[in-house]
């Protein structure tokens, strides 16, 4: 489990770094904190997705990619819940700078490791076992 935690957090490395510059990105084109960090997060969650599939946990081979991607989404907007307060949180009360949006980012993203982390492990890649017929 310590290895999976490891590489998890490996993913969530980049995810932190697509969707910081997916949201500078979104601002520089004049989304704002608010939209702009909806498509950031989308994307980073795409990203995470593709290198946990492969890398952390071994997929479910009975279900399709869009039913695994559904559910990967599903379980990371739990998170991604907490993880988008945290961050609107930090963008209201914290004076408007260049980093805001990078230590906002930050925050909501440590806010969302363990939710993200347990739900994936437990629920989008859970082991199926099959019962050997007797």
Not at 4 to 13: D, K, M, P, S, W
Not at 17 to 28: F, K, P, T
Not at 53 to 56: E, I
């Given at each position: 489990?310590?290895r ?10 980049l995810?932190f ?12 084109a004049?989304l ?10 989308l994307?980073?969650v ?6 946990n599939?492969?890398?952390?946990f071994t ?5 399709s ?13 739990a ?10 949180a ?15 980012i ?28 007797r």
């Open positions: 489990m310590r999976e935690l490891t590489r998890f957090a490996v993913a969530g490395t995810g770094i697509v969707d910081a510059g997916v949201l500078y990105i979104a601002l520089w004049g704002g904190y608010y939209a702009g960090r909806a498509v950031s997060f994307c980073a795409w990203t995470t997705w593709q290198f599939r492969r890398f952390t997929p479910s081979k009975s279900q990619l869009l039913a695994e991607w559904g559910r990967y989404l599903v379980a990371m907007s998170g991604g819940c907490a993880n988008y307060a945290s961050y609107s930090v963008v209201t009360l914290l004076k408007p700078t260049s980093w805001l949006p990078l230590f906002a930050a925050v909501g993203s440590i806010v969302g490791l363990m939710l993200n982390f347990v739900s994936a492990k437990w629920w989008v890649f859970k082991k199926t076992t099959v019962e050997p017929d």
